[in-house]
Nanobody, 123 residues
Framework: QVQLVESGGGLVQAGDSLRLSCAASPFSKYAMGWFRQAPGKEREFVAA????????IYADSVKGRFTISRDIAKNTVPLQMNSLEPEDTAVYYC??????????????????WGQGTQVTVSS
């Protein structure tokens, strides 16, 4: 069982930046992902990182603006979000894909989920 806690959400204006963090306990050798769900929409993939941190993938909608990383010393997986747009407004979730190497976009590949943190971007 892995417990995940997201933090760092908030209300910002378009063009601003936010840094989300996901604390995992225990911090096992798993790939991690960030997803988001806007009101009335399905949960969608945002970014993923493998255990070593050497490989990452992004949704096309956030590529070049968001950066996923992992801080093994702090047992966290941050998501740096720059140049935020109103379309980025959603609840953001981190999740665990219980394997080390592959980077996957499908929701069903992720076994453990956090409770989510709200990000609201005003125009």
């Amino acid at each position: 069982q892995v417990q995940l806690v997201e933090s760092g959400g908030g209300l910002v204006q378009a063009g601003d930046s936010l840094r989300l963090s996901c604390a995992a306990s225990p911090f096992s050798k798993y790939a991690m992902g960030w997803f988001r769900q806007a009101p009335g929409k399905e949960r969608e993939f945002v970014a993923a990182i493998n255990w070593s941190g050497g490989s990452v993938i992004y949704a096309d909608s956030v590529k070049g603006r968001f950066t996923i990383s992992r801080d093994i010393a702090k047992n966290t997986v941050p998501l740096q979000m720059n140049s935020l747009e109103p379309e980025d407004t959603a609840v953001y979730y981190c999740a665990v894909d219980p394997q080390e190497v592959m980077l996957r976009r499908g929701i069903n590949s992720y076994k453990y989920w956090g409770q989510g943190t709200q990000v609201t971007v005003s125009s």
